[in-house]
């Protein structure tokens, strides 16, 4: 995948319930020239974003009260809607367990970063998530066209090889997937 993208007519929804960090991701996404962010603190308040607004991509907490990130990804992937429900959902968060991982993996989410966030690693996941959805089609989730299911499923996936990794994440260790 290439390195630079022009964000400049992307739309992306932050679902955060931490003031503070929804502040920090609508700075860094608008240094990365992307010109509407919509901001929910909630997973239902982003649901109904989604619903009305439709973004290109969402970047969503896991833990998030009292509707968190798994929740709304359920809803978000059940939906009759296809443009909905094939949503790309980059899952940041503070909650990098392996067991969330793989939770989210098989819920339908595009990538997850752990948070502190670095924004060359934000970038390049926003850009490769988008860039697989322009070439392969839209997808509920990781596993769709583009991706292949190392292992041959979700129970012994190694999820340092599930999407290749930037540089810059291989020495951080904060993009996991």
């Keep these: 995948m290439r390195e630079t993208w022009d964000l400049s007519k992307v739309s992306c929804l932050v679902a955060e319930d931490n ?9 860094v996404l608008s240094g990365f020239g992307i010109r509407t962010v919509l901001e929910a603190s909630d997973g239902a308040d982003a649901l109904e974003l989604v619903v009305d607004r439709k973004p290109d991509i969402v970047l969503c907490d896991w833990a998030m009260t009292p509707f968190g990130g798994s929740e709304f990804l359920r809803i978000l992937r059940s939906d009759h809607d296809s443009v909905v429900s094939t949503t790309p959902v980059l899952i940041v968060t503070a909650h990098a367990r392996r067991a969330t991982i793989l939770e989210a993996i098989g819920i339908g989410v595009h990538g997850f970063v752990a948070k502190p966030i670095s924004p060359a690693i934000l970038y390049s996941h926003i850009g490769d998530i988008l860039e697989r959805q322009k070439l392969f089609g839209r997808s509920k989730g990781m596993l769709g066209p583009g991706w292949s299911k190392p ?3 979700l129970r012994g996936a190694n999820v340092s090889v599930t999407a290749p990794l930037h540089p810059a994440a291989e020495k951080s260790g904060q993009a996991l997937l």
């Design 151 to 153: 292992g041959g499923g």
């Design 19 to 27: 003031l503070h960090m929804r502040a920090i991701l609508r700075s």
